[in-house]
C-alpha cells in the first residue's frame, strides 16, 4: 500500500478524541503547520500534544491551543515571548502542563522508539522536576528514572521523502522529527517534495521508511 | 596567585563576555546559553578554533544572520537566525543532547540567579506561584559539559549576593558549577570554596567580607 496520500485532510482523518500527539518543531523550525492546520479542521479533541515548546503567535500548534483541542500538553519550554495562547489557557487553568528537560523529553521519546522500559538520567536529578520520580546514585552520581513517551500519531515535517518513506531533512528543521517518528504508533509526515524510490542516496537517509506511515506534500510557505 | 585590580571599574557585560572567552581552552567544543552568555561568541578568535554547539542540534554554529542569509530551518537555542561554518553538522535532538549529556562538551556557558559555594545551579524558575515553569535544556547544560561556567551579576539588584551557601531558588543541577564570572571577580568553586582568580575595583579581602561563603586567594603553585 501507497504511503504517500493527496493532502493533509486524509492524512490525518482517523486521528481520535484523547489521542496523544508527538508534533515535531523547535519553536517553528520543522513545525508541521500543514499537519495541524488539517489536525484543527478534523476536529480531533481531549488531546495530549507532545512537542518542546506550546505554540508561538496564533498559528500552528497555537492555533489548535487556542481552539481548546488540546487538554494537556508535555514541553520543555512553554513560556515564550509569542506563547501568549499558552499563557492565558494555563493561567485559567484550561490546560495540564507537564513540563520536561529538553534532553529527557528527547531521550524518553528515543526510548519509546527503541523499546527501553525506563532509563536513569543525572538530567533533573535533585530537582523539583524528579519529585515523586525514583532517584538512584550511579557511579557516585545521583539519577532519576525516566519513562518513555509513547506517542498514539506523530506529525513531523520533513525535506524530500522518496516513496518508500524514508527521510532527509533540512538543517535545525531535523529537531525532534526523527526520533518522535520512532515513537508513535502512526508517522505521518508532510515534506516539501515526494521523489521516486532511488532518486535518496541510502547514505544520506535519516529516517528509514520503516517508521514513517504516511507522507504528504506540501508547497506551503512557514507562516512565521 | 590572584590577580587583583583594586582600582578598576567594575566589568561591563562586554567586558565580562571578552573575559569568559579568554577562559576558554584552544580547540573546545563549547554551548553557549540564552542570554548574556551568547555574547561571549563576539570574543572568540579564530585562534582559539572553538566550535560552537546548538542544543536543537547543530555543531559549527556561526554568527547570528543578516538580511538574506535569514533561514527559518536555520535557528539557535534562542530561536535566533544564525549561519553555519564550513565543517557543520546537523544531528537529531536526541544526539544532540546524547553528547551533551555524555560529557562530550568541553565548555558551556550559562546565566544563573544563583550559585551555591558547592556548585548547585539555580537558572531556570524564579519558583513565584504565578511563574509559568520553563526549563528548555538548561538542566542538561548543567549536568553534561566537562566544565560548567556561570556568567552572572555579584549582587542582585538589592545588594544581595548571588554566591551564596545554599541556593533558596529552585535547583538547575546539583554540584555542577566549576568557575563563576562576575562584574567584581571571577570565582573557581572547589572543595566548598570560592577561589578567587581575579578581582576588578575590590580584593580578596573586601570579597569575603561581602560574601557568606568561605573565601580565599589562589595560591602560587610551588
Not at chain 1, 499537519?35 to 481531549?46: H, K, M, S, V, Y
Not at chain 1, 532518486?199 to 504528504?216: K, M, Q, S
Not at chain 2, 543532547?97 to 546565566?111: I, N, P, S
Request: hydrophobic letters at 45%; charged letters at 20%; glycine letters at 10%.
Amino acid at each position: 500500500m501507497s504511503r504517500i496520500v493527496a493532502n493533509p485532510d486524509e492524512a490525518v482523518a482517523d486521528i481520535v478524541d484523547g489521542a496523544t500527539v508527538l508534533i515535531g518543531g523547535f519553536g517553528t523550525a520543522g513545525m508541521p503547520y500543514a499537519l495541524i492546520e488539517a489536525l484543527l479542521r478534523q476536529g480531533a479533541t481531549d488531546l495530549t500534544v507532545v512537542n518542546n515548546n506550546a505554540g508561538n503567535g496564533d498559528t500552528g500548534l497555537a492555533a489548535l491551543l487556542a481552539a481548546g483541542r488540546v487538554r494537556r500538553i508535555v514541553c520543555s519550554f512553554p513560556r515564550q515571548t509569542d506563547s501568549y495562547v499558552f499563557d492565558e489557557l494555563y493561567r485559567s487553568g484550561r490546560i495540564e502542563l507537564e513540563v520536561v528537560p529538553q534532553g529527557n523529553l528527547a531521550e524518553r521519546l528515543r526510548a519509546a522508539g527503541a523499546g527501553i522500559g525506563a532509563f536513569f538520567t543525572p538530567t533533573g536529578a535533585g530537582t523539583l522536576l524528579a519529585e515523586g520520580k525514583e532517584q538512584r546514585e550511579f557511579d557516585g552520581r545521583l539519577q532519576v528514572l525516566e519513562r518513555p513517551i509513547h506517542g498514539d500519531v506523530a506529525l513531523i515535517a520533513a525535506r524530500t521523502a522518496d516513496e518508500a518513506g524514508n527521510l532527509v531533512y533540512r538543517k535545525t528543521a531535523r529537531n525532534f522529527g526523527p526520533v518522535m517518528a520512532t515513537a508513535a504508533r502512526r508517522t505521518i509526515v508532510q515534506v516539501d517534495a515526494v521523489v521516486p524510490v532511488g532518486a535518496l542516496d541510502p547514505e544520506a537517509i535519516v529516517t528509514p521508511g520503516i517508521y514513517v506511515d504516511r507522507v504528504v506534500a506540501t508547497h506551503d510557505e512557514d507562516p512565521a | 596567585m590572584t590577580i587583583e585590580h583594586p582600582d578598576a571599574a567594575p566589568l561591563d557585560r562586554t567586558a565580562l563576555a571578552a573575559v569568559v572567552a579568554r577562559s576558554i581552552p584552544t580547540g573546545a567544543y563549547v554551548n553557549l546559553g540564552i542570554g548574556q552568555p551568547t555574547l561571549v561568541a563576539d570574543h572568540l578568535t579564530p585562534d582559539q578554533r572553538v566550535t560552537l554547539h546548538t542544543e536543537n542540534g547543530m555543531l559549527g554554529m556561526g554568527r547570528a544572520a543578516v538580511g538574506d542569509e535569514i533561514d527559518s530551518d536555520l535557528i539557535n537555542a534562542g530561536k535566533i537566525p544564525v549561519t553555519e561554518l564550513p565543517g557543520a553538522a546537523y544531528f537529531h535532538h536526541a544526539d544532540s543532547f546524547a553528547m551533551m549529556r555524555g560529557g562530550h562538551l568541553d565548555v558551556c556557558v550559562l546565566g544563573a540567579f544563583q550559585v551555591s559555594v558547592g556548585g548547585d545551579l539555580a537558572n531556570w524558575h524564579t519558583g513565584e506561584p504565578d511563574a509559568i515553569p520553563a526549563v528548555g535544556g538548561a538542566m542538561d547544560l548543567a549536568i553534561g559539559a566537562k566544565q560548567v561556567f556561570v556568567m552572572m551579576n555579584l549582587l542582585t539588584r538589592d545588594g544581595a549576593p548571588k554566591l551564596v551557601p545554599t541556593c533558596s531558588y529552585p535547583l538547575t543541577g546539583l554540584g555542577c558549577v566549576t568557575r563563576v564570572f562576575t562584574e567584581q571577580a571571577v570565582f573557581d568553586l572547589r572543595g566548598g570554596e570560592a577561589v578567587v582568580l581575579e578581582t576588578w575595583g575590590t580584593t580578596v579581602d573586601a570579597l569575603r567580607e561581602l560574601l557568606d561563603i568561605p573565601v580565599r586567594a589562589k595560591e602560587v603553585r610551588a
